[in-house]
Nanobody
Framework: QVQLVESGGGLVQAGGSLRLSCAASGRTFSNYVMGWFRQAPGKERDIVAVISRTGITRYYADSVKGRFTISRDNAKNTVYLEMNSLKPEDTAVYYC?????????????????WGQGTQVTVSS
């Protein structure tokens, strides 16, 4: 198992930016595909972005393409989500997830390591 701790959430006005971080500990970070998910009240947990173990391959949900960037620093055991041009509909709890695999997977059901989540609120 790997332990994940998110940080960087907060309240921002529409059009603003935030950078989320997820620090991992417990296992070899570079063996894990890392994903960011989000969950708004009353809705399912949806994929936001995924990054491969080396960082070469990245996946983005259509709703965030061109605005969000996922990256990782394997030396620091940390994955990031840079969020720009934020919209009120981006408001949600954002979760970091890890899966020891080679595939870039986008289903929340396949991830077996989760952080506690960090709240992102975008005001209009």
């Amino acid at each position: 198992q790997v332990q994940l701790v998110e940080s960087g959430g907060g309240l921002v006005q529409a059009g603003g930016s935030l950078r989320l971080s997820c620090a991992a500990s417990g296992r070899t970070f570079s063996n894990y595909v890392m994903g960011w998910f989000r969950q708004a009240p009353g809705k399912e947990r949806d994929i936001v972005a995924v990054i491969s173990r080396t960082g070469i391959t990245r996946y983005y949900a259509d709703s965030v393409k061109g605005r969000f960037t996922i990256s990782r620093d394997n030396a620091k055991n940390t994955v990031y989500l840079e969020m720009n041009s934020l919209k009120p509909e981006d408001t949600a709890v954002y979760y970091c997830a890890a899966k020891q695999t080679v595939a870039v997977i986008t289903s929340a059901y396949e991830y077996d390591n989760w952080g506690q989540g960090t709240q992102v609120t975008v005001s209009s």
